[in-house]
């Protein structure tokens, strides 16, 4: 996600850069999106549910305007003071919470609208979840490069949202939702399927722009920061890949009593 990626969608916009950039670069801004569009379309293909990977599509990129506004609204009422708090408000209330939050609105509404077969859903709901963040992750890319002062840069830097970015968070999440579908402990799967996303999602945003707003580079503090980072990273990364190896190559059906 990078820094931009880690402040609040609302927040991207730089208000002195011209929204201009060119085709090369808004290519490479979509790069992220149709990687994760592929894992998706094999799922979606597999279940039977190409229709309901395009519905989720559309509703990552319809909430992308209510996680603006949203965030905004949350920045500007608490006006947080200093860099720690505002580091705080900005990446971890504004950004994880509200943008977790709407995504797992978001996917949930979806999946119960189109779930069908029970031996089909473990691949159905990580096509939703894939779907709702692939829609997300391309409004929020293209909006970074095209605001961003260099363009170029910010394209090429938006690549870290292959590992660490919106799929990789709901992979985890539809990982979670499956062990919903066990009545026994329903409430807490959901909570914790909300949860956990928005913890790895406030960690590594967190981590990130604390370790970039840093006033002593090289100090001791920068290198915690920037090791705190990185691990949030590879703790990322390594749970997407094992994720995706699991559904995608293995088949693997996470939802009890169906094989």
Known sequence: MMREEGTPIASQRNEE??????????FLALVPSLVWLCVAMTLAIRAGGVRTLVIAILAGLLIAAPIGVTETWVVSVLHPDGRFATDFVQQVLAAAVCEESFKFLAIVLVFRSFSRDRSTLTDLIFTVAL??????????????VAHAESSQKMATDRLLTMIAGHPS???VMAWLLTAS?????????????WAFP???????????????????????EDTMLYALWITSVFTIAVLAVWLTIQVVIRRKNFIQGTE
Do not use: K
């Open 17 to 26: 850069a011209p929204v201009v950039m060119s085709l090369s670069e808004f």
């Open 131 to 144: 779907g709702v963040a692939v829609g997300c992750m391309t409004v929020e890319n293209v909006a970074a």
């Open 169 to 171: 968070f709901q992979l």
């Open 198 to 220: 928005v913890a790895l999602h406030a960690w590594y945003d967190l981590s990130e722009s604390l370790f970039q707003d840093e006033p002593h580079p090289g100090s001791s």
């Open 181 to 193: 579908f066990d009545r026994r402990l329903r409430v807490g799967w959901l909570v914790a399927a």
